[in-house]
Antibody, heavy 118, light 107 residues
């Protein structure tokens, strides 16, 4: 059974940093591209970032480019999102999502809440 | 970036009803469109990809159609477990973008 479990969310002040993790199991992690998708409270879904299976290709939404860094450790079956210079508008539930086919998200974690507030 | 719109933004329906949700892309995306269902407090679930291909395990009462810029998601006979918010998503190009969602609630 495919499982994705996010962790690392919490309350952080504007300008602060946070590192999210996603632990994957139930599939060959190193064979799949992975993504982060976020959802602000009461709002819709926003794609944040993606990383290819071997980390060769990395993409970011314009809204986070230069502030967020996606990475992965295939030996640990883990995906990460380093978030710096956080803003109030980054407040959201952050989901880790497997890319089963080209940019299609076939499995999602339960999400981790990031709140940016003073 | 390609912009996705959905209509209606919300609808009220009864169990057994036929429901249709429309999604439109700001430019042609061929059939590179997926549909997701999200229930409150839960992660989204993939329903349909390639505009009309049902994801494994998804009931056949869900169907999708369209290509180019206009797409539809149809639920042929609404069940109680189908009350949720539905999002379309284009994956034709980066950034992959979602529509604003359509909330289906109980009449």
């Amino acid at each position: 059974e495919v499982q994705l479990v996010e962790s690392g969310g919490g309350l952080v002040k504007p300008g602060g940093s946070l590192r999210l993790s996603c632990a994957a199991s139930g599939f060959t992690f190193s064979s799949y591209s992975m993504n982060w998708v976020r959802q602000a409270p009461g709002k819709g879904l926003e794609w944040v970032s993606s990383i290819s299976s071997s980390s060769s290709y990395i993409y970011y939404a314009d809204s986070v480019k230069g502030r967020f860094t996606i990475s992965r450790d295939n030996a640990k079956n883990s995906l990460y999102l380093q978030m710096n210079s956080l803003r109030a508008e980054d407040t959201a539930v952050y989901y880790c999502a497997r890319e089963g086919r080209l940019r299609i998200f076939d499995y999602w974690g339960q999400g981790t809440l990031v709140t940016v507030s003073s | 970036a390609i912009r996705m719109t959905q209509s209606p933004s919300s609808l009220s329906a009864s169990t057994g009803d036929r429901v249709t949700i429309t999604c439109r892309a700001s430019q042609g995306i061929s059939s590179y469109l997926a549909w997701y269902q999200q229930k409150p407090g839960k992660a989204p679930k993939l329903l349909i990809y390639a505009a009309s291909t049902l994801q494994s395990g998804v009931p056949s009462r869900f169907s999708g159609s369209g290509s180019g810029t206009d797409f539809t998601l149809t639920i042929s006979c609404l069940q109680s477990e189908d009350f949720a918010t539905y999002y379309c998503q284009q994956y034709y190009s980066y950034p992959p973008g979602f529509g604003p969602g359509t909330k289906v609630d109980i009449k």
